[in-house]
């Protein structure tokens, strides 16, 4: 089910599963996660203790925790929990 809504939601970009979506796709809307839910995230980059890259991978883990959840967007928890399966407990 999950697979399904990240291709269905990607249908027609040439993107099958969320790991596949370009950083700057995700950072723009439609797709641009609120600030609000990604606060603490934007703190790392900020801080140093997470590159670009890792920004990217963390808000494409959250889709996809949202996804396995079942619902449409990934909001602040989501992006929390792939954090911390990104960087470990200390996250």
Known sequence: ???R?????????????NAEVPG???RRPPWRLPGRD????????DSGSLSARGFDRVVRMAWTIADLDG???????DVREA???RMGDGA
């Open 83 to 85: 954090m911390q399966l």
């Open 5 to 17: 809504a990240a291709a269905d939601r990607w249908a027609g970009s040439g993107w099958r599963v």
């Open 1 to 3: 089910a999950a697979r």
């Open 38 to 45: 990604t606060r603490e995230l934007r703190g790392r980059l």
């Open 24 to 26: 700057p796709w995700l």
């Open 71 to 77: 619902r449409d967007r990934p909001h602040a928890d």
